[in-house]
């Protein structure tokens, strides 16, 4: 596709379960993102995945928060146990080498 | 550590006002990137501008302008003769300048333009 496209764009789920949420790059992005936005809140960086390097786990809240991105392409964010405090939209960029990350619509995630 | 404030929660403007954006930046690397993204109610982020730290020079497109001050740290966004559709939540960024690394965000600006 042209964009990058999230799935699911909303999930409700009960507080204890296990999310996954899924992000489908730009085609030729070697650059993989991805943020955290609360309720009134800015965006806050996650992880970054870039080629075949050891992925930039440093924004990761807690050993909940996991993610992998397959085939250097798509990549999913797990998320165990949740709860309510996860409450957020989830956002995937992508980009080029030194380029400008362009962002999906982002997974809603509930949890009840 | 980097941090970018964007004092304003909220603007309302009627429609064909101008209306200024503000962001202030600290960081303590030489060079940097500014961006500005644009989130309208669909969620998806669209990019803007991306400003090297290296050049100062005020930029125009269309009825967009924005106003680097590295002397403030500031990198202010106009919005002339604003229209409806300019009606979004506003995030000023900040980032490294090279290679590919994480954007730290400010809280951003919600825009509303009354017809």
């Known amino acids: 596709g042209a964009g990058v496209s999230q799935s699911p764009s909303n999930k409700v789920t009960e507080k204890g379960k296990d999310v996954e949420l899924r992000c489908d790059p730009i085609s030729g992005h070697t650059a993989l993102y991805w943020y955290r936005q609360s309720l009134g809140q800015g965006l806050e960086f996650l992880i970054y995945?870039?080629?075949?390097?050891?992925?930039?786990k440093s924004g990761l809240p807690s050993d909940r928060f996991s993610a992998e991105r397959t085939g250097g392409s798509v990549s999913t964010l797990t998320i165990q146990r949740t709860q309510q405090e996860d409450s957020a939209v989830y956002l995937c960029?992508?980009?080029?080498?030194?380029?400008?990350?362009?962002f999906g619509a982002g997974t809603r995630l509930s949890v009840l | 550590a980097q941090k970018v404030t964007q004092a304003q929660t909220e603007i309302s403007v009627v429609e064909k006002e101008d209306v200024t954006l503000d962001c202030v930046y600290e960081?303590?690397?030489?060079?940097?990137?500014l961006f500005w993204y644009k989130q309208p109610p669909s969620g998806e982020l669209v990019f803007l501008i991306r400003?090297?730290?290296?050049?100062?020079q005020n930029e125009i497109s269309g009825r967009y302008s924005w106003n680097f001050q590295k002397s403030t740290s500031s990198f202010n966004f106009t919005i002339t003769a604003s229209q409806v559709v300019d009606s979004a939540v506003y995030f000023c960024a900040l980032g490294p300048n090279f290679g590919n690394e994480k954007l730290t965000f400010g809280t951003g600006t919600r825009l509303t333009i009354i017809p």
């Open positions: 960081t303590r690397d030489t060079t940097y990137y």
């Open positions: 995945f870039q080629g075949n390097s050891a992925p930039d």
């Open positions: 960029a992508s980009s080029r080498p030194n380029g400008i990350q362009y």
């Open positions: 400003r090297n730290s290296f050049d100062e």
